[in-house]
């Protein structure tokens, strides 16, 4: 079960643990891709700062707001008409003042309307008197995204807050807005000319004041055309240093509301001389402080930027046939060096590593995992680049035809062979002895009647015409050696192939030691998600009662954690589990190779049963460890699919549980024994996701010797 973590989309699988028979069960986490950013390239920032900033002032008239950085007017004082007609504007660059009319549509804010409210009244000190004009930004850049509420817009632009008619005034330059998971801040650069009430013949040009937070936000929803969002201003405190001589009262604290503007704000208007006007001092301009909302509409687009053209391919490949007999098969060693830029395989962004495999030269390069022989999986070396790799892909004769030709081939993994994937394809050249080797000519007829005739005509010869002394030269006392012909007849029984097969079985390492073993190396996504179906996990050849634990590593790149569980060997020496999925909302997240992995103290055997392709892997592990390694994939790609989904996978025959190109199980025993274990790769697709190693059936009945 998976459950939501955050808006930024990701998502973590939960934790479960269960215990049945002593098998047990986990799911393991996964992270999904988050949603893409947006581009915005015509963002407006409109604001009109609180209350006050429109509202009536004590003297001069009005507080108001003007499109622009104010320069240097020299001194403290009421602005003049003339002063007005070329400081007070309504647009400046990017930036625009408007405020609302007596129908609350936003117009253009001007020079005579300045002390007037929206229905012409003049303007007062007194709460719900306010002209609202505000502050418009345009063109602001940057980036949104919808699902995890974050945000980042530039503006460039100014506009200054004039208080007191013009007594007192300051700017608030660039703003830039920063959200991430709906929490965030305005900053700006500030600046603007110190006064005081005190002494009005202060008057100084302040240093600016960088990066300085404006507002803080909480609780921002970013959504795909805007974003509308209060300041915090209740509840904020802070230190107003006022200076010493000031006449500025501190933070009251006391009544319902108070709260303030950020301290950067406050601790710059400590220099203008309007500190006080953006905490609750006590005083009864309170009620008009609170900061209003900030509103940013954007036109959003997803850009889809240009895919990069891959890198070529690099890397030097050979091949050579080590082995070819009827008894081993044909073996191709396929060597690659130094490969780089790989191409973009079928499953994923980029490849993990290459497949190496014997193919039919008749088939296409668009092929599937059924279509090759002896796949081997070379991963690319954690922390590098590049990628060199040495691998035996074996074919049994069975598997073979002896009128083909056949190619080794080299694709990057993980997906199915295509045209843009398949890095080397070049022929497997059989000498004439090899292919002698491999296909042997039935024996003729001659030396079959030989015997034939030799032992069918002896006997009924003898008496008749007595060749037995002709041939031993003797009289008739010869015909003793004739009648030893019986005794010489009869040992052909005992070299008959029933004998000679009971004495192999027997000494097979099926029947000695320990050894892991799985029911399936390969298995359709559908079967994986079956909890009565999965990947069966066993080791046999255990004493009853001892404890083993079962290792489960990814080994294809997926982000999931390993498993480890354990397993008590039964009364008949077998200790197992079963491998399934669970999250089937999240199937293709499965898809992938996994190792198992098992110690086993004093073990008499490790991988025991494997065949010749896996004798590296096993003398080059320790006698007390045993390995084996299994595949998820989709279920159109899972070796012996009909198309149904998996449905037909049963436990029994031919079963679907992966034929890698062969026509029986999967293990090429025609369904009578488990697949081969150790370090084969039966599979050949893998991807992102999660495993479970859970309770089910067992299905050991299927050993050769059960």
Do not use: C
């Not at 013009?166 to 110190?194: C, H, Q, R």
């Not at 255990?542 to 008590?568: K, R």
Request: glycine share 12%.
């Amino acid at each position: 079960m998976t459950t939501p973590a955050s808006r930024s989309g990701r998502r973590y699988g939960a934790l479960a643990a269960a215990v049945t028979m002593g098998m047990a069960s986990i799911t393991l986490p996964f992270s999904p891709a988050q949603a893409a950013e947006a581009t915005v390239d015509d963002a407006v920032f409109s604001w009109a700062v609180n209350e006050e900033s429109g509202g009536g002032a004590y003297f001069g008239g009005a507080n108001w707001l003007v499109a622009g950085e104010v320069g240097d007017l020299g001194f403290s004082h009421v602005w003049t008409a003339t002063e007005g007609a070329e400081h007070y504007t309504a647009e400046s660059g990017n930036t625009t003042i408007t405020r609302p009319d007596a129908d609350g549509k936003q117009v253009p804010a001007t020079w005579a309307a300045k002390n007037l409210d929206a229905d012409g009244k003049a303007l007062n000190t007194g709460a719900g008197s306010s002209s609202w004009n505000q502050a418009n930004i345009a063109s602001g850049t940057g980036t949104v995204d919808a699902e995890t509420n974050s945000a980042e817009i530039q503006w460039d632009g100014s506009f200054t807050i004039v208080y007191y008619g013009g007594m007192t005034y300051w700017t608030i330059n660039d703003p830039k807005l920063v959200v991430e998971d709906g929490v965030g801040k305005v900053t700006a650069t500030l600046t603007g000319y110190g006064a005081d009430m005190i002494d009005t013949s202060k008057w100084v040009k302040l240093a600016p004041k960088a990066d300085a937070e404006i507002a803080t936000l909480k609780d921002v929803e970013v959504t795909e055309d805007g974003i509308e969002v209060t300041p915090e201003y209740a509840g904020v405190e802070i230190e107003a240093s006022l200076g010493e001589g000031s006449s500025s009262n501190p933070q009251d604290r006391t009544k319902d509301g108070w709260g303030s503007f950020p301290q950067d704000w406050v601790d710059f208007n400590v220099g203008t001389g309007q500190a006080v006007y953006w905490y609750t001092s006590g005083g009864l301009a309170d009620a008009k402080k609170a900061a209003a909302p900030i509103t940013v509409d954007y036109t959003s687009e997803v850009v889809e930027e240009e895919p990069e053209e891959p890198a070529e391919f690099s890397g030097e490949t050979s091949h050579e046939v080590v082995a070819a007999s009827e008894e081993d098969g044909l073996d191709v060693k396929i060597e690659g060096t130094d490969y780089r830029n790989l191409p973009k395989p079928g499953f994923g962004d980029s490849a993990t590593g290459v497949y190496s495999a014997i193919i039919d030269r008749e088939k296409s390069n668009d092929f599937k995992s059924s279509d090759v022989l002896g796949a081997k999986y070379s991963p690319i070396p954690e922390g590098s680049d590049s990628l060199s790799f040495s691998q035996i892909s074996e074919a049994e004769v069975d598997k073979l035809d002896e009128d083909a030709e056949y190619d080794a081939v080299v694709w990057a993994a993980h997906g199915n062979g295509t045209d843009e994937t398949v890095v080397y394809r070049e022929p497997i050249e059989l000498t004439h002895e090899q292919r002698e080797a491999l296909f042997p000519e039935e024996p003729t007829e001659e030396p079959t009647e030989d015997p034939t005739e030799d032992s069918t005509e002896g006997p009924s010869e003898d008496p008749e015409e007595s060749e037995g002394p002709e041939e031993s030269e003797g009289p008739e006392e010869s015909e003793g050696p004739e009648e030893s012909e019986g005794p010489e007849e009869s040992e052909g029984p005992e070299e008959t192939d029933e004998p000679s097969d009971d004495a192999t079985d027997d000494s097979t390492d099926d029947e000695d030691g320990v050894r892991l073993v799985l029911n399936l190396d390969t298995v359709g996504i559908t079967d994986f998600l079956d909890s009565e179906k999965g990947v069966t996990l066993a080791v046999e050849g255990l004493e009853q009662g001892h404890e083993i634990d079962f290792a489960v590593d990814p080994i294809s790149g997926q982000d999931v954690e390993p498993a480890v569980l354990s397993a008590t060997a039964d009364e008949n020496g077998v200790a197992s589990t079963i491998v399934y999925g669970t999250a089937a909302a999240a199937a293709e997240s499965y898809i992938g190779d996994y190792r198992v992995t098992v110690d086993v103290e004093g073990a008499e055997a490790a991988n025991a049963g494997q065949d010749a392709g896996n004798d590296t892997v096993a003398a080059d592990t320790a006698a007390d460890e045993l390995t084996a390694t299994f595949s998820v994939v989709a279920d159109e790609d899972a070796p012996g699919d009909d198309g149904n989904g998996g449905e037909d996978s049963d436990n029994g025959g031919d079963n679907g549980s992966g034929d890698n190109g062969s026509d029986d199980d999967g293990s090429g025993n025609d369904g009578k024994s488990l697949p081969r274990t150790g370090a084969t790769i039966g599979g050949l697709f893998a991807g992102i996701g999660a495993i479970v190693v859970g309770a089910g059936a067992l299905l050991i009945a299927r050993r050769r010797h059960a």
